[in-house]
C-alpha cells in the first residue's frame, strides 16, 4: 500500500479534493462532537469538520499522506483502522474515499465493523463510503471490470481500472500524468453482506445512499456506496 500512495502523494489533493457536497453531507450528518476520521490521507476532511468545531482524530497508515497533512499544518495520527479499540469513545466514526476496502480480507472488514460499534457512544453514528463494487461486476468481461472515471484538470491526468484477480480481490492499476503506474489490491464489499453484517453487530437505522448529494443507493447504476448506521 505504501508504494501506492507514495507516488501519488504529492498531487493527492489535486486529484481527490473535497467536493462542496461532502462538505454539505457532514454538516447534516455527524453526530455529537467527538470525530474519528479513518484513513484520513492529506486531512482535508479533518481540517473541514476541525473548522466546524469538532474535536477530530485523524488516522492513516501512509506516511508519505500523513506528511502532505503535516506540511498543511493538520494533525493525523499513523494508526491501523484495525487499532481503533486503541482510542477513546467517538460520536462518529467516519470511514471515506474507499478506505474500507484496503483491508486484507472480509474478516477483517468485519472486525473493524465489530470495533467501531464498541468505540462509538450510544447514539453515535458510523458513516462508510466505498465504491459501488456491485456496479463493476456486473460489467465484468474477463478479467476486466472496467475503467473508473478519468480525473483530468489542469494539474493532473489520473486513469483508473478494476480488474478481478484469482483470489476474488479487485486489482485497482492507475497511471498518473501518462507515466507512474501503479496497482493495489482491494478487498470488494458488497452492499447486501455489509448491511447485514452491521444489522448483525447491533447497529439500526441504517440509511443507504449512491453519492455524497443523497440520491438514492441503486447497485446497477450508483458510482458509491454510502451507508450511515447508528449505535
Ligand atoms: C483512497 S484514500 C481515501 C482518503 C480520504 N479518506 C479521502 O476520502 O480522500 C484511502 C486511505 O486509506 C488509508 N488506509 C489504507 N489502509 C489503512 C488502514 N489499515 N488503516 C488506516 N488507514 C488506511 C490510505 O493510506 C489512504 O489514505
Known amino acids: 500500500m505504501s508504494q501506492f ?29 467527538t470525530v474519528l476520521d479513518v484513513g484520513a490521507g492529506t486531512g482535508n476532511l479533518t481540517a473541514y469538520l476541525r ?43 467516519i470511514n471515506i474515499g474507499n478506505t474500507l476496502p ?3 480480507n472480509k474478516d477483517e472488514v468485519q472486525t473493524f465493523l465489530k470495533k467501531a460499534y464498541n468505540q ?22 474477463g478479467n476486466f471490470l472496467g475503467n473508473l472515471p478519468l480525473i483530468e484538470n489542469e494539474k493532473v491526468k489520473f486513469e483508473r481500472s478494476y480488474h478481478l484477480n484469482r483470489e ?19 478487498q470488494p464489499i458488497l452492499s447486501e453482506e455489509l448491511t447485514l453484517w452491521l444489522s448483525q453487530i447491533g447497529f439500526k437505522d441504517l440509511k443507504l445512499y449512491g ?11 450508483s458510482m458509491a456506496l454510502i451507508v450511515i448506521a447508528q449505535k
Open 102 to 104: 484496503h483491508l486484507d
Open 168 to 186: 476474488g480481490k479487485v486489482v485497482f492499476k492507475t497511471v498518473l500524468d501518462e507515466t507512474i503506474a501503479n496497482e493495489e489490491l482491494l
Open 120 to 141: 462509538l457512544t450510544q447514539g453515535g453514528k458510523l458513516i462508510l463510503q466505498m465504491v459501488n463494487f456491485e456496479k463493476y461486476f456486473a460489467q465484468k468481461e
Open 211 to 221: 453519492n455524497f448529494k443523497k440520491e438514492p443507493f441503486n447497485p446497477e447504476t
Open 51 to 93: 473548522a466546524q468545531g469538532y474535536d477530530v482524530t485523524a488516522i492513516d497508515l501512509s506516511k508519505a499522506l500523513i506528511a502532505q497533512a503535516t506540511a498543511k499544518d493538520i494533525e493525523v495520527q499513523e494508526l491501523n483502522m484495525l487499532a481503533i479499540d486503541t482510542l477513546p469513545m467517538l460520536d462518529t466514526i
Open 5 to 33: 500512495y507514495n507516488s501519488i502523494a504529492e498531487k493527492y489533493d489535486a486529484i481527490f479534493p473535497l467536493s462542496p457536497a461532502h462538505k454539505v453531507f457532514f454538516d447534516a450528518e455527524v453526530y455529537g462532537k
